[in-house]
């Protein structure tokens, strides 16, 4: 590692031209606390030819003198295993890495992005000194998990800052939307894993957006139920929008029928009615949910169902404003039309007869492995739910009893009027089928 002896004069920032790297600017207190004291500062690469020069300052008393490792390479890979295509990759996997620093320039470099927790610094330390290099060390840390492979990826591609949010630290992604990404986090005092949805800063800029984003924060905030994810806070930092819940460790219906195929017909009973109990008390508390679907529905080791996902909820009571549609002024449908009632594929405003609809459909593809009108292109599964009838249940399934295939058909009706009038209604009907 190449150390380079920089002479700072004064108090001034000072501006570090490296020809074919970028500009780096800090001041003589971020450089040294003490005049004369010495400390390694990581610095991003410079591509070739490295000339430094630092423009000349007024003479003073003062000469503090630092040493700033040049590091001439900077190569970082990452390789995933996905084993769920429709989310984007976790960074699960130990990274590769090639990087010519110290560990004590590594430990400076987790140090300053604050993620590590101030009980787990004496470790950091320990790991990084007794290490004979930066990636031998980037393998134990990542071994005693002090931090994730996205961290440690983020942290050393110079965006450590990044996985600071509010009072939380963002531990690994989990899940993207349309308006933004989900992450793991945990609180930095409590010390609790939290679930953050993350608006995008491209949506930030959109107002319908933006109120989609805080109607979801609001519907939530209403709800107290076992099941539906837990709603506890909505944050702004900076520009960045975010939503904190309960995290939910668990499987989401539609992963888990990708996976397993249909479930036994008890099981898939068993789990639309508990996603009914909970859209019960929504219903009770003025809020339409307006996207059940089975991957908004997760399930929980102990066999807990939970609703989660109120993006497109609308507030029944005290909302002001013409209510929202699945169906937007220039004819782009929201939501997911697989498993979206008439009424809302037609512009229509939606109740809570639309969700106990839904919930019909995912039941349909928790006992089908697929949904009531699987093909096609969007217009033509709005056209379908218009005016077709679903596949019947007991043709897919002979073992599924005639009595809760005629339950699904009736969640499922065209007219809201003929299907159960509340997910209560719902729930009492499918309790039928539960062992």
Known sequence: MTKIT???????????????????TASPAELTSVAGSQRDVPCSPPRSHEA???????????VPTVRLPVVHDWRYHMTTANPHPHLKPAHKAIPSIALPMSPACLFGMIWQSRTIDSNEEETLFRVTSACPSAEAAVSEILELGLLSSFQMEEILAGRGNSLLLGSYVLLEPIGEGGMGKVYKA???????????????????????????FLREGRAGARLCHENIVRTIDLGREGDTLFLVTDYVAGTDL???????????????????????????????????????????????????????????ARLLLGEEGPPPTLLTPNGMVLGTPDFAAPEQLGGSPADTRSDVYSLGCTLHFLLA??????GGDVWSKVLRHHSSSAPALTELRPDVPAELAATVVR???????????????????????CR
């Open 411 to 433: 969640m499922m009706d065209k007219d809201p009027d003929r299907r159960y009038q509340t997910p209560g209604e719902a729930a009492a009907a499918l309790g039928l089928f």
């Open 186 to 212: 945990r609180h930095r005092l409590l010390r609790e894993n939290r679930a953050l949805k993350v608006i995008r800063g491209e949506v930030v800029g959109c107002e319908a957006s933006v109120q989609r």
């Open 254 to 312: 539609r992963r888990l029928v990708t996976t397993r195929g249909p479930l036994p017909w008890h099981e898939a009973a068993s789990c639309a009615r508990q996603a009914a109990l909970g859209l019960q008390h929504a219903h009770e508390q003025g809020v339409v949910h307006r996207d059940v679907k089975p991957s908004n529905l997760i399930l929980t080791a102990d066999g807990t169902v939970k609703v989660l996902d109120l993006g497109l």
């Open 6 to 24: 920089i002479t700072v004069e004064g108090n001034d920032p000072v501006t570090i031209h490296v020809t074919g790297g970028p500009v780096q």
């Open 369 to 374: 492995g697929e949904p009531p009108f699987p």
């Open 52 to 62: 430094i020069s630092v423009p000349p300052r007024p003479a003073a008393a003062v």
